[in-house]
C-alpha cells in the first residue's frame, strides 16, 4: 500500500467559521495593529500558510525544515510521504524564512479604518463592480506600499473591506473570491488582476461546490512567462502530487530567473504568492495480483488509517487500488483455508477492526473504485463516506458470499441495508449479485459512475465538496448516522469472532472454499 499525499487547496479549516470568531477577531484586529506582522509560524497543521508577502531586497538561503512536528509524524506514517513533505516544506518555507531577515519583507497590510465596516467581505469578480468604499477602505500601510501588488488586486476584485482581508495572513483577495463565490453558491468565473509584477491571469474554479482551483499567472519580465502557482482542478490525481511541488519549483525557478537577484541581492524583488495547503491522503492498495485483503494489508491499513486519524494535518483520505482492473478482491481466502483457528481468529479481528476504524472515521473517506468490487472489496467502499466507480462493465460491486457458499455476517449485513435500503439487500445479499455499473448506481451502491480516466479527479471533486462542510457537523452527523451500526459489531465482537471462525472451520464450507479457489485458479489458465 502506498501513501500519497497531495494538496487540495483548502483555506477554511482555520477559517473562523462562526460569526461571533470572525467579529472577535476582526475587533481584536481592529484595535491592535502591531506591525508589521509576524511572519506566522510553520505549523504542523498548516503546512504552508496562504503568506501573501513580497521579498525585498537581500535574502539569505533558506535553513533546512524544522526538526520533528509534522515531518516526524508523516515519516513515522509513510517515509514517501516524509520525502513529499519535506521536500513541499523546505520550498514552502524558503520564502517566508528569507522574509524574516528584519526589514527584508513587508505583509501586506493596511491601515485599519476606526470606522464600523462591513462584517461580511464581497469581492466581486472582474474589478469593474468595485464596492463602493473600496478605494478609501484598502490603502495600504506604509509599510506595505512598497508593494502595490495585493492592494490592487484587492481593489481591482472590488473587495469591499481590503484590509481584513490582507490582515489575514492565510487569506488572500483570490481565496476571499472564492470564499464568497461559494457562499452564495454561484457558479466560479474567471477573474482578471493586474500589477506592474503580476498578472494572476485566471482562477479557474471547479464546478461548484468545489472550491480547490488553480491560479495562472502571468509574473511580468518573466523569462518562463505564465507559471502555474497551484490547484488541481480537473487534474487528475495522479498529477495531484505535482501541487506542492509547484511552489519547490517556483523558488527554483526564481533562483534561477530574474529573480536569482533574490539570493544575490541585486535587481529587482518579486512578489511571492504562497498558496495555503491542506492534505489529503491517496491510500492506493497494492497487494498484487487482486489486493486481496490478507492479514498484513489488514493491518497495514488499520495502522495507516490511525496515524491519519491522528495527524490532524490531514482531512480526507482517498481510497483506491494500484492494481489494474481489481480494486480489491475482498477476504483474502488463502488466510482462511485450511488456517487454524487461531489464525482465522486473528484474521477475522483484523478484518473488524478495519471496518469499525474505516466506518466511523472522522475523516471523509472516499472510494475511487477502479477495479473489480465483490465482496469485502465492497465492504470496505461501503465504509466510505462516497465512492466513485468507473465506467466499465467488468467492475462489478456487491456481496457476492452466497456464491461461495458462506454467509455475510450481521454488520456486512448492516452496512449493505445503510446504504441500499432493506429490500434491495435482501435480494442481492441472496443472490448474491453482483452488479456493473450502471445497476450499482441506480440501486444506490455507488454514488457517481464515470469514465475511468475520470475517477480520480471526480473522487477529488467529491472530497472537495464533503470538506467543504464544517468538520465538526458532518463528522457528529456522520457518527449519528451510523454509530449503532458499529456498536452492535462493538457489543458482539467476541461472539462475532466465534462464528465466524467455527464458521469457516467447518469441513464443509472449508472444501467449499477450496473449491472456490480452485475455480478461480483455473479460470485464469
Ligand atoms: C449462521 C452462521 C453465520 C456465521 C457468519 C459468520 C461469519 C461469516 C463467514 C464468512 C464471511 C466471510 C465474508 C467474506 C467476504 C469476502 O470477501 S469473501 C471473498 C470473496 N471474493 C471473491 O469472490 C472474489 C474472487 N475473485 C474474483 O472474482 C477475481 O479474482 C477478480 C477479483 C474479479 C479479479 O479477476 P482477474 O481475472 O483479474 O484475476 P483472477 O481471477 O485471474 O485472479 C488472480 C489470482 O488471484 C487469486 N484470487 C482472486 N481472488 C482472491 C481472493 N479473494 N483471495 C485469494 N486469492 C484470490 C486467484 O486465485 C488468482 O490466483 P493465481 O491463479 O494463483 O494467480
Not at 535574502?59 to 508523516?74: E, I, Q, T, V, Y
Not at 480489491?328 to 477475522?348: F, S
Amino acid at each position: 500500500m502506498d501513501l500519497i499525499h497531495c494538496c487540495v487547496r483548502w483555506p477554511w479549516k482555520n477559517f473562523p467559521t462562526s460569526k461571533t470568531s470572525l467579529f472577535q477577531k476582526e475587533e481584536r484586529l481592529r484595535h491592535y495593529n502591531p506591525l508589521p506582522l509576524t511572519v506566522p509560524a510553520f505549523s504542523n497543521r498548516m503546512p504552508a500558510q496562504c503568506v501573501f508577502s513580497r521579498i525585498e531586497g537581500k535574502g539569505k538561503r533558506s535553513p533546512p525544515p524544522p526538526p520533528g512536528g509534522a515531518p516526524a509524524k508523516l515519516a513515522a506514517a509513510s517515509p514517501v510521504a516524509s520525502r513529499k513533505w519535506r521536500s513541499s516544506a523546505h520550498a514552502l518555507r524558503g520564502a517566508p524564512r528569507r522574509a524574516q531577515t528584519p526589514g527584508s519583507v513587508t505583509y501586506v497590510q493596511s491601515n485599519l479604518p476606526r470606522r464600523p465596516v462591513p462584517r461580511s467581505p464581497r469581492l466581486r469578480p472582474g474589478g469593474a463592480a468595485r464596492a463602493p468604499g473600496a478605494g478609501r477602505t484598502a490603502r495600504s500601510h506604509p509599510g506595505a506600499a512598497t508593494c502595490p501588488f495585493s492592494a490592487k488586486m484587492a481593489l481591482a476584485s472590488g473587495v469591499r473591506f481590503a484590509p481584513r482581508a490582507l490582515l489575514r495572513p492565510w487569506s488572500s483577495p483570490v481565496e476571499l473570491f472564492h470564499h464568497d463565490r461559494y457562499r452564495h453558491h454561484e457558479p466560479p468565473a474567471p477573474v482578471h488582476y493586474e500589477d506592474k509584477h503580476v498578472s494572476v491571469v485566471k482562477v479557474w474554479g471547479g464546478t461548484e461546490p468545489s472550491r480547490y482551483f488553480l491560479i495562472t499567472a502571468r509574473i511580468h519580465k518573466w523569462p518562463s512567462g505564465i507559471l502555474r502557482l497551484g490547484g488541481i482542478n480537473g487534474d487528475d490525481i495522479s498529477e495531484a502530487p505535482r501541487v506542492c511541488p509547484w511552489a519547490r519549483r517556483w523558488v527554483q525557478t526564481a533562483s534561477a530567473g530574474p529573480a536569482a537577484a533574490l539570493s544575490t541581492g541585486a535587481g529587482p524583488s518579486l512578489p511571492l504568492f504562497l498558496l495555503l495547503a491542506e492534505w489529503v491522503a491517496v491510500m492506493k492498495l497494492r497487494n498484487p495480483p487482486v489486493n486481496a485483503l490478507s492479514l498484513e494489508l489488514l493491518t497495514e491499513l488499520v495502522i495507516s488509517l490511525e496515524k491519519l486519524e491522528n495527524d490532524k494535518t490531514f482531512r480526507g483520505i482517498i481510497l483506491t487500488s494500484d492494481c489494474p482492473r481489481v480494486f480489491c478482491a475482498g477476504l483474502d481466502l488463502t488466510e482462511i483455508c485450511g488456517r487454524n483457528p487461531a489464525h482465522c481468529a486473528e484474521y477475522w479481528k483484523a478484518m473488524q477492526e478495519l471496518w469499525l476504524r474505516m466506518y466511523l472515521s472522522s475523516l471523509v473517506l472516499v472510494a475511487a473504485i477502479n477495479g473489480a468490487c465483490p465482496a469485502g472489496g465492497c465492504i470496505i467502499a461501503l465504509s466510505c463516506d462516497c465512492r466513485v466507480l468507473a465506467d466499465n462493465p467488468k467492475y462489478r460491486i456487491g456481496l457476492n458470499e452466497t456464491l461461495l457458499g458462506i454467509i455475510a455476517p450481521f454488520w456486512l449485513k448492516d452496512t449493505y441495508v445503510n446504504t441500499i435500503g432493506h429490500r434491495a439487500s435482501e435480494q442481492a445479499l441472496q443472490l448474491g449479485s453482483l452488479f456493473p455499473p450502471a445497476e450499482a448506481l441506480q440501486v444506490g451502491l455507488v454514488d457517481q459512475v464515470v469514465p475511468e480516466d475520470q475517477v480520480q479527479s471526480t473522487a477529488l471533486s467529491e472530497m472537495a465538496r464533503w470538506l467543504a462542510v464544517p468538520d465538526h457537523a458532518r463528522q457528529l452527523t456522520k457518527n449519528m448516522m451510523r454509530k449503532a451500526t458499529a456498536d452492535r459489531l462493538l457489543r458482539q465482537r467476541d461472539a462475532d469472532t466465534q462464528n465466524f471462525v467455527s464458521f469457516v472451520c467447518r469441513d464443509s464450507i472449508q472444501k467449499s472454499l477450496q473449491a472456490y479457489l480452485e475455480k478461480l485458479r483455473q479460470r485464469k489458465g
